[in-house]
Nanobody, 120 residues
Framework: QVQLVESGGGLVQAGGSLRLACAASGGPFSAYGMGWFRQAPGKEREVVARISRSGVMTAYADSVKGRFTISRDNAKNTLYLQMNSLKPEDTAVYYC?????????????WGQGTQVTVSS
């Protein structure tokens, strides 16, 4: 099955931007619906955005609509999350995940996570 490794996290000021990447290996990346999730300290993990196998269909949490964009490059086996207009409440560990079902899940393959910290 596919293995996932996130990168691109870091510290950014409020209003800034970051681009996360999730590199997939060991499996047919284009066969998986993909998603980005996040978990802040003391909070449950929540879905941020999801994308279909082809990249045509996407879905976003209300809290990030208009600010975040999920995309994928199946030729490069990579998933992306462009995050603009970042807010302190976006601070969390961000995880990418894969689903062999649909892009709505369930997601059963997870990366190790990358920390995003937004300072006010």
């Amino acid at each position: 099955q596919v293995q996932l490794v996130e990168s691109g996290g870091g510290l950014v000021q409020a209003g800034g931007s970051l681009r996360l990447a999730c590199a997939a290996s060991g499996g047919p990346f284009s066969a998986y619906g993909m998603g980005w999730f996040r978990q802040a300290p003391g909070k449950e993990r929540e879905v941020v955005a999801r994308i279909s196998r082809s990249g045509v269909m996407t879905a976003y949490a209300d809290s990030v609509k208009g600010r975040f964009t999920i995309s994928r490059d199946n030729a490069k086996n990579t998933l992306y999350l462009q995050m603009n207009s970042l807010k302190p409440e976006d601070t969390a560990v961000y995880y990418c995940a894969a689903s062999l079902s649909t892009y709505m899940g369930p997601f059963n393959i997870w990366g190790q996570g990358t920390q995003v910290t937004v300072s006010s």
